[in-house]
């Protein structure tokens, strides 16, 4: 049986992956460039996303330093006036954390996060959450997994990891902890062949962790 669960947070216990996407969108119709929604997903495996677009179509790095903020501003906009609550993830937290210690590894930036969780019960069901400034490599590089691993003080045997992107999945798979995929709209033309298990909600791991 798992005795621990490190979660990915956008996509998974918030959705937020497609107003992160807008956000990235709005910023270069700003400078006069189209995002391609599908490159954009592609891009977003290697961690460029919305820039590598911006940088193929000749946009110099002021300028892309520049529209960055203005991505940011546009997201917390939307994160402040869009619904982005997953039917479900709290009463699954609740009943998960009758038989499992968890975490949030997030590469959400902490003002972000901040914002997310002023009025959402998510956090209350977790023993920490490491955000993009706790920790140097982000994923695909095992670090962020390695380093809930060491906080929590557990085995990769004994741990779960859950995620949403194939980014995620190979920073699971690289630190050696098995990894759940639950399915999000946004990112499921991803290769996931490497994920030990799939699901469509986060309820069903209540079985996964007790089998």
């Not at 193929?56 to 330093?65: K, L, P, Y």
Request: net charge negative.
């Amino acid at each position: 049986m798992k005795k621990y669960i490190l979660f990915d947070h956008d996509g998974v216990l918030v959705d937020t992956e497609f107003w992160y996407y807008k956000a990235g969108e709005r910023a270069l119709v700003d400078i006069g460039l189209t995002l391609d929604k599908e490159q954009y997903v592609r891009d977003m495996n290697q961690g460029s996303g919305t820039w590598a677009q911006a940088r193929a179509a000749g946009i110099d790095e002021q300028t892309i330093g520049r529209q960055r903020a203005v991505r940011d501003a546009y997201y917390q906009e939307y994160l402040r006036t869009e619904a982005i609550d997953i039917d479900g993830v709290v009463d699954a937290l609740a009943e998960l954390s009758r038989y499992v210690r968890m975490a949030i590894v997030t590469t959400a930036k902490r003002a972000d996060f901040e914002i997310i969780h002023e009025k959402r019960q998510i956090s209350r069901y977790m023993d920490f959450v490491l955000v993009r400034e706790d920790y140097r490599l982000a994923k695909p590089h095992p670090e962020p997994y390695l380093t809930g691993l060491k906080r929590l003080g557990a085995g990769r045997a004994e741990t779960l990891v859950v995620e949403d992107s194939l980014r995620g999945l190979n920073s699971a798979v690289a630190a050696g902890i098995d990894c759940v995929i639950v399915h999000n709209e946004f990112t499921r033309s991803h290769d996931f062949s490497a994920a030990s298990h799939r699901i469509d909600t986060l309820i069903e791991l209540t079985e996964i962790i007790r089998r």
